[in-house]
């Protein structure tokens, strides 16, 4: 690898080395929160290298790409496991993560989903996919003192490695249609002269989306999403919800953008993944009494409405899919924090019954809570109502009427379980448990995403005219 694929790696890098450093660091310094801030630090710095800083050369040994695309969902990433660590920095001591393994793991994840983000090739790819991987299996499960972490890390380590499976057969039969791991060749040759996808490739696509669909709770894949939303701490929950499930699409996006035209075996797949997905999610969410389990599902739903705009394609679908990846991230980021501020000693209020009463007793953040599950209901003025217009106009341009209206219905019926919570909370001034008042970085990030959610969904033009500049 030569000194100009360094320079344009840079970002990961500062991320990954950075991460080995507060390793060490941790190993013989082990002071929790002076490390967290400094993996705070780093992860600014790679954002601010993956921003300001402009590569020397387009893609990195044919596997990375450095372009716009690839530094925006750097950008993202970095910021979000800089928010994740400051969630972390009470409940992190509360519950007595470990000083340099906990901030190092979150930040070698947003490397690999950096490179996820800008693979370009089925190695880089598997490559980018693992990276984050194998960082979130020991996230879910650093809370030693909970017996429910340990569960959901088992189910998540067990599946994953069933579909970290999946995924690799699926690139080497690719590679076997096609003869190269580069995206763009490797896809162009995979379909015979009639346009069809020659077998090998066919059988290839359909396991290597059978291992992505768990990565990203698509139906029927979805069956460990709950148990591990409810297991794992708070922070390391939006990371997973938020990050893993992004730099997959992100991936997919640049996949199928190279994958020529198939005749109709691919396209009425993800349709059916996409409908199924949508409407299993939202029946599943409908009955939960657990604020992180109806969450789950519901991101189960949300990646429906993503899958739908991924088929819609075209730079409408394209551009909406990244909005939406950015709306949800807001919205999705501020309820788990929300449910990490109010966290005492580790214990979160997950519970319906444990939220009555916060409207009153805990307003500011209530409201903030209220504001998220409002979003992600896709109800106006906030950036949820823009985000599933722009999915559902997408998917209307490219006369997929029978999926939008399938999404619209999943969308109006998940009104009544994000509501639900809301009710609860400002039905009585009855106080069900006692909560933690919540710490100033905590509210800063609560405050940065309504922010995000707010601005959005009252003036999305500037992000419209960014996405336009960096989509592929």
């Known amino acids: 690898m030569s000194s100009l694929d360094l320079l344009a790696l840079l970002p990961v890098l500062i991320l990954a080395l ?13 002071a929790r929160r002076p490390l967290l801030l400094a993996s705070v ?3 600014l710095l790679a954002a ?11 893609e990195v040994a044919q596997m990375f790409s450095a372009g716009p695309y690839a530094r925006f969902f750097t950008i993202l990433w970095a910021l979000l496991a800089a928010l994740v660590l400051l969630l972390s920095l009470r409940y992190g001591a509360d519950r007595q993560f470990p000083a340099g393994e906990y901030p190092c793991l979150v930040l070698f994840s947003a490397a690999g989903m950096a490179l996820l983000s800008s693979a370009t090739s089925l190695v880089g790819i598997l490559l980018g996919l693992e990276s984050f991987t194998l960082a979130l299996y020991i996230l879910i499960a650093i809370d030693k003192q909970g017996t429910r972490g340990m569960e959901a890390g088992l189910k998540y380590l067990v599946m994953g490695i069933v579909a970290t499976g999946f995924i690799g057969f699926g690139i080497a039969l690719i590679y076997c249609a096609g003869g190269t791991f580069h995206l763009p060749e490797a896809l162009q040759v995979v379909a015979s002269a009639e346009g069809e996808l020659r077998p ?47 730099a997959v699409f992100a991936a997919l996006l640049t996949a199928l953008l190279t994958l020529p035209e198939t005749g109709p075996a691919l396209p009425q797949v993800l349709w059916m993944f996409a409908a199924v997905t949508m409407l299993v999610g939202t029946l599943c969410a409908l009955r939960q009494q657990n604020l992180k389990r109806m969450l789950a599902y ?4 949300h990646m429906g409405y993503l899958l739908t705009g991924l088929i819609a394609g075209g730079d409408t679908g394209r551009s909406a899919v990244l909005f939406y990846l950015i709306a949800y991230a807001a919205a999705s980021l501020g309820a788990f924090g929300v449910i990490t501020s109010f966290a005492l000693q580790g214990e979160e209020p997950q519970d319906y ?12 953040r209530s409201t903030a809570l209220a504001c998220f599950l409002i979003s992600l209901a896709g ?24 999926l939008a209206l399938i999404g619209i219905l999943a969308s109006l019926i998940s ?16 106080r069900a448990v006692c909560l933690h008042p919540g710490v100033p970085a905590e509210h800063a990030v609560l405050a940065l995403c309504l922010g995000a959610t707010l601005l959005f969904g009252v003036y999305p033009g500037p992000l419209l005219e960014l996405i336009l500049l960096v989509i592929p």
Do not use: N
């Open 18 to 30: 950075g991460a080995t450093t507060i390793l060490m660091l941790g190993a013989w310094w082990p």
């Open 41 to 43: 630090g780093l992860a």
């Open 48 to 58: 601010l290298a993956a921003g300001g800083l402009t590569p020397p050369i387009p």
């Open 200 to 246: 090998l490739a066919l059988l290839g696509w359909a396991m290597l989306l059978c291992g992505l669909g768990f990565k990203i709770s698509l139906v029927p894949f979805h069956l460990w999403t709950p148990d591990v939303y409810q297991g794992a701490p708070s922070p390391v929950t939006a990371l997973l919800s938020i990050g893993s499930k992004g």
């Open 298 to 301: 519901s991101s189960v739903v």
């Open 353 to 364: 019954h444990d939220l009555r009463g916060l409207g009153y007793h805990h307003p500011r």
């Open 379 to 402: 109800i106006p003025p906030m950036a949820g109502f823009m985000a599933k217009f722009g999915i559902f106009h997408a998917a209307l341009r490219a006369d997929y009427l029978g």
């Open 415 to 430: 009104v009544y379980y994000y509501l639900r919570p809301i009710i609860v909370m400002f039905m009585t001034k009855e």
